[in-house]
């Protein structure tokens, strides 16, 4: 059995004060994902034992877990879908650090789809989590880049036509090192994958499929279900682990949302890289004196 | 760089390099674009030979955007591009603005609209001033000569970390393509200014404190100091959405830092002043025609003087508005349709006739032409 931390302590460690969860927490719509998502990020970070200098979170626009304010970490709170940028510029410029990325599924794909892939192409030591609720929930409900095929939303009244972005397979084919879906539900496997995935050296995205019953569950409970509760009972009913998906066949996965590592690998990552560069700069070896 | 007497022929783009390394860069992010595309591969070679690094990134968005998390983090930082990569630079030059951080991008102008032509044209004047949404004060300068670029390089470092902000440096085509002699000052006689560092202890740390007219203290991401950036409007604390009294004192700020220390900003040259009855006002690599087109005309006989924001954002309209009491007219110069003359307009307040030599052809304005429309006013 998996021993969890009382929250409790949790929020003594990792939090800020009743303030500020009362806002970024309290805040938020009614069974809205985003607080479990962060709160895994916090019992992860807790469980590495890093701390207010090691860390710092670039968060993204619209609602992608606005909850991480709450934390008690350093935060930059940047333009719509460019996280990645300003992470692999911290990132070069601070590597000792942690810089973690939090950020929605139309921040991360949409608008900022091509800082996505070329951090995971670069594979710089970031960690990307995007908090994918299949729709644009802070302003109102429109239709984003994972949102599935058919589906309604307020900028497709008749339904969505377009067939949605696999997170996973985009970012592993882009050269992420490690690549993993988590759910809303599966908490505990969730902190896991975001410990795993702070500690890999290189490009970490953890996509996190999370409810947003205002938003997208209303307007599609024939997707996932109407409310949080029944939009959680469905990632619990439908999520296969990916050691069991890797034995079912295609049809057998068709309704199914696999979840788990699915890439974890070591490839050369681009700090380290841009520090060989300055070593053989140094050295006085470019491309004329090699 | 060092050739043992410092005197070195170098390129405008290089002069860049070159003074930003002097100035305490060492952290470059770009994307290819003609005419400033030997600055990002002068830094690719320079950076690590320095021990910084130089990243080429996947557009001008993410450029100033890894920029502003390099300086965050801090780490002096800077970019450069032209017309069409400043376009897209837009939004994180109003993030820069509003969180505070400090950056340098230069602009090696073309012309526009849009690809516009890779030859030269001073037609990002009033894009550099107001192309982010708010209107809020920036600081631009203008350099017109390979060693002025050099050390206005530094000095647009320096003022970017005195008072956190983005500055602009408005070079072109031709200057940054152009080759001069220069000496390289003595790194021991280059003054190096660095942003202001807290003064308090962590627990009484506000990300953005500061009064009216200040500069807030900054610690950099990943310290002991918790910041808390958020690029919305903002409280003292960095929190989001304030009422409405806090929103304006931080729009209200965020210009007045600026104004309030126009001494420390305002670069102006001026020549031949003091019995003119017409003034050439001019800037740029353009400039240098005017001085010609002034001399010449002082060989007639004409009582013509010179000036030359050096500064142009904040516009130095004191300066301009006495240069009006002064003299019955003034010419303004410059490669685009007529952006500057608006402003020269502005602070002359019909003391003094205002005309406009011009040319937006790509091609450098020549001393004659400069110096017919001196002999039409005159």
Not at chain 1, 116 to 130: E, G, M, Q, S, Y
Not at chain 1, 254 to 263: A, D, N, T
Not at chain 2, 284 to 296: D, E, I
Request: aromatic share 6%; charged share 20%; with cysteine.
């Amino acid at each position: 059995m998996v021993k969890i931390t009382p929250l409790s302590q949790i929020l003594e460690r990792q939090y800020r004060n009743l303030s500020d969860i009362k806002t970024y927490v309290g805040g938020a719509c009614l069974g809205c994902g985003g607080g479990t998502v962060v709160q895994a990020l916090a019992r992860a970070i807790d469980r590495i034992g890093l701390q207010l200098e090691d860390v710092v979170f670039i968060k993204g626009i619209g609602c992608s877990a606005s909850q991480v304010h709450s934390l008690n970490y350093s935060i930059l709170r940047v333009l719509h879908g460019r996280a990645p940028a300003y992470a692999t510029g911290l990132k070069l410029a601070r590597p000792e650090l942690k810089v973690i990325t939090l950020q929605g599924d139309g921040d991360a794909l949409a608008i900022g789809g091509n800082h996505l892939i070329h951090a995971a192409k670069r594979n710089i030591d970031i960690t990307i989590v995007v908090n994918n609720n299949f729709i644009y929930g802070r302003t109102g409900g429109q239709f984003g880049p994972t949102t599935p095929m058919g589906a309604y939303a307020t900028s497709a009244p008749y339904g969505v036509i377009e067939s949605p972005f696999d997170v996973c397979k985009l970012v592993e084919t882009a050269g992420a090192t490690f690549v993993a879906r988590g759910t809303t539900y599966h908490v505990i496997e969730l902190i896991d994958i975001m410990e795993k995935g702070i500690l890999h050296h290189g490009c970490s995205v953890i996509e996190v499929i999370s409810q947003c019953p205002t938003s997208y569950g209303r307007y599609n409970p024939d997707k996932m279900g109407g409310t949080a509760n029944e939009m959680l009972k469905w990632m619990r009913d439908n999520a296969v682990r990916i050691n069991k998906a890797k034995d079912m066949t295609k049809e057998e996965l068709k309704e199914k949302l696999v979840i788990g590592v699915f890439v974890d690998t070591q490839a050369p990552e681009f700090n380290d890289e841009c520090e060989k560069i300055i070593e053989a700069a140094q050295a006085g070896r470019d491309r004329h004196h090699h | 760089m060092n050739t043992g007497t410092n005197v070195v022929l170098m390129q405008g783009n290089e002069a860049i390099v070159e003074g930003a390394i002097a100035a305490g860069v060492r952290f470059f992010a770009g994307y290819p674009i003609t005419p400033a595309t030997e600055i990002l591969e002068l830094f690719a070679q320079r950076m690590p030979q320095v021990g910084g690094k130089s990243i080429q990134m996947e557009d001008e968005i993410a450029s100033l955007a890894a920029v502003i998390g390099a300086s965050a983090g801090g780490v002096k930082a800077m970019t450069a591009s032209s017309g069409p990569g400043m376009s897209l630079m837009v939004e994180n030059i109003g993030l820069a603005i509003t969180l505070e951080i400090p950056c340098v991008i230069v602009d090696v102008q073309r012309m526009g609209p849009a690809t516009g032509l890779i030859h030269t044209s001073q037609g990002d004047m009033m894009f550099a001033k107001w192309s982010t949404p708010g209107g809020n004060e920036i600081i631009a300068l203008v350099p017109s000569s390979v060693r002025e670029t050099f050390e206005l390089t530094i000095k647009a470092v320096n003022l970017s970390e005195r008072f956190r902000v983005p500055v602009i440096i408005l070079s072109d085509a031709h200057l940054g393509h152009m080759r001069e002699k220069i000496r390289v000052p003595d790194q021991d006689d280059i003054e190096i200014v660095n942003r202001p560092g807290p003064t308090v202890p962590p627990e009484e740390y506000l990300t953005f404190g500061a009064d009216e007219a200040g500069v807030p203290e900054m610690a950099p991401l990943g310290s002991k100091y918790r910041s808390e950036y958020t690029g919305s409007l903002h409280d003292k604390a960095g929190k989001y959405g304030p009422p409405p009294e806090e929103r304006s004192f931080l729009i209200s700020r965020l210009s007045q830092k600026i104004l309030a220390h126009r001494d420390e900003i305002l670069m102006i040259e001026k020549a031949l002043l003091e019995d003119a009855q017409v003034a050439v006002l001019a800037y740029g690599v353009c400039a240098r025609s005017a001085k010609t087109a002034v001399k010449l005309a002082r060989a007639a006989k004409m009582k013509v003087g010179f000036l030359r924001p050096i500064t142009v954002w904040p516009f130095p309209t004191d300066v301009v508005r006495q240069l009006a009491e002064q003299v019955k007219a003034i010419i303004v110069v410059e490669e685009n349709l007529g952006q500057l003359v608006l402003e020269v307009e502005r602070a002359a307040a019909g003391k003094a006739k205002v005309s406009l030599v011009n040319q937006y052809d790509g091609q450098l304005i020549t001393p004659e032409k400069i110096l017919a429309g001196i002999e039409e006013v005159y």
